[in-house]
C-alpha cells in the first residue's frame, strides 16, 4: 500500500491543495463580511434573503475548510470581526450600494466561485477535497440561478448585445 491509497482523509494533502483550502477559507470570510455590508445597503427582501444564503453558505465553507486545515495541521486565516446591521435609511444616499449593483457584484462573485471549485477540483488528489468542491460548485450553481432570475424579473439584469438578427449564409 502507497501513501495515497486507503482513506483518502489520511492522505498528505499536496501543496496546491493546502493553498486552494486555504484561500478559499479566506475568500469565504471576505465574503462573509462583504455580503453582511451589502445586506445593510439592500432594500429589495428578495435580495436580502439571496444575500442571506449567500452568507450562510459562506458560514458553512469557512467552517468545513478550516476543520480540513487544522486537522492537516496548518493554521487558517482569521475570520473578520461581525458587522452590525445598520438602517438602510442612517447611509447617505450618494454613499449607498443599490440594488442592481449588489445583484451584479454577487453575480459576478458567484460565477467567480464556480470557475475557482472547478479549479480545485481538478488539481485535487485526494477525493475528499474533489468532493467538497463539487458541493459548493453545486449549491454556488443553485444560488447563480437565483440571482439570474431574479435580476431578470427585476429588471437590474443589463445584457450584452443580443444578436437578433442572424446574417444569411451565402452558398458558393
Known amino acids: 500500500m502507497g501513501i495515497l491509497s486507503g482513506n483518502s482523509k489520511d492522505e498528505p494533502m499536496h501543496y496546491g491543495e493546502i493553498f486552494s483550502v486555504w484561500q478559499a477559507s479566506t475568500v469565504a470570510k471576505g465574503a462573509v463580511s462583504c455580503y453582511q455590508a451589502y445586506s445593510n445597503h439592500a432594500g429589495d427582501k428578495d435580495l436580502k434573503k439571496v444575500l442571506d ?46 440594488d442592481p449593483e449588489i445583484a451584479a457584484k454577487i453575480a459576478a462573485d458567484t460565477s467567480a466561485g464556480l470557475v ?5 477540483m481538478g488539481q485535487s488528489i485526494r477525493e475528499d477535497i474533489g468532493a ?20 431578470k424579473e427585476k429588471g437590474w439584469l443589463i445584457p450584452p ?12
Open 53 to 98: 444564503a449567500l452568507i450562510d453558505q459562506a458560514e458553512l465553507e469557512c467552517k468545513e475548510l478550516d476543520t480540513l486545515l487544522t486537522d492537516n495541521g496548518i493554521a487558517p486565516a482569521p475570520m473578520m470581526p461581525e458587522r452590525p446591521t445598520v438602517k438602510l435609511e442612517d447611509i447617505p444616499v450618494g454613499a449607498r450600494f443599490t
Open 116 to 120: 475557482a471549485c472547478s479549479q480545485v
Open 132 to 151: 467538497l468542491f463539487a458541493k459548493y460548485h453545486i449549491t454556488k450553481t443553485a444560488l447563480g440561478v437565483k440571482i439570474l432570475k431574479m435580476s
Open 161 to 172: 448585445p443580443l444578436q437578433l438578427k442572424r446574417p444569411e449564409t451565402v452558398n458558393a
